[in-house]
């Protein structure tokens, strides 16, 4: 079956901006995470969604950043009033439930604020 | 979240082995990942230790101390496209990871 799909690959806007990525899991897989990644760096932890259960925003970095999760299936991070140091890679990754399973990644969405 | 500790690199020749260590903040969950990434690529699945000991999947073997707070990654064989950076991730809760910084490995011919 299809991997975990992200849109888009790349995404360049002007400082201010708004902007939305899009992650789709893989079917079945009741557990999403969302990451930053910068250059050099490790996984930054975002935030987390579980089947229908409140989701752990405990990652999100400043309230510029909000995400949604519709019908448990896809998800989308939203960054408002972009700044220069949101460039990042945002990695999505799905699992079946929890640490005891592998997370799949999706290939990431390069967003670059200029 | 977790501490992980992890060499940012190393360098070896090509069928030679090379061991990545990590060690990690205890949490009381159980579980230790080893995860591959190429450069600008998304990160895959490596390996998975529940339980301590050594775990042999080809030319790729990983070993836990849960007690320790210590885990390795040996790498065997080496070849070129063995040139990424590996990710240690450790447990923090029940469903989140905490991953390392990750260590470059470079194969050189």
């Known amino acids: 079956g299809a991997g975990v799909s992200q849109s888009p690959s790349n995404k360049v806007t002007e400082k201010g901006k708004d902007v939305e990525l899009r992650c789709d899991p893989i079917?079945?897989?009741?557990?999403l995470y969302w990451y930053r990644q910068s250059l050099g760096q490790g996984l930054e932890f975002l935030i987390y969604?579980?089947?229908?259960?409140?989701?752990?925003k405990s990652g999100l970095p400043s309230d510029r950043f909000s995400a949604e999760r519709t019908g448990g299936s896809v998800s989308t991070l939203t960054i408002q009033r972009t700044q220069q140091e949101d460039s990042a890679v945002y990695l999505c990754?799905?699992?079946?439930?929890?640490?005891?399973?592998?997370?799949?990644f999706g290939p990431g969405t390069r967003l670059t604020v200029t | 979240g977790q501490n992980i500790d992890q060499p940012t690199e190393m360098t070896a020749t090509e069928g030679a082995i090379v061991q990545i260590n990590c060690t990690y903040q205890t949490s009381g969950f159980n579980g230790l990942f080893w995860y591959q990434q190429h450069a600008g690529e998304a990160p895959t699945f490596l390996s998975y230790n529940v339980l301590d000991g050594l775990e042999e999947k080809g030319r790729f073997s990983s070993f836990l101390s849960r007690s320790k707070g210590y885990s390795y990654l040996l790498l065997k064989e080496l070849q070129m496209k063995d040139s990424a950076s590996y990710l240690c991730a450790a447990p923090s809760n029940d469903y989140k990871l905490s991953f390392g910084a990750g260590t470059t490995v470079t194969v050189r011919a």
């Open positions: 990754a799905s699992s079946l439930s929890g640490t005891g399973y592998e997370q799949y």
């Open positions: 969604f579980q089947g229908n259960s409140a989701p752990d």
């Open positions: 079917s079945g897989h009741t557990a």
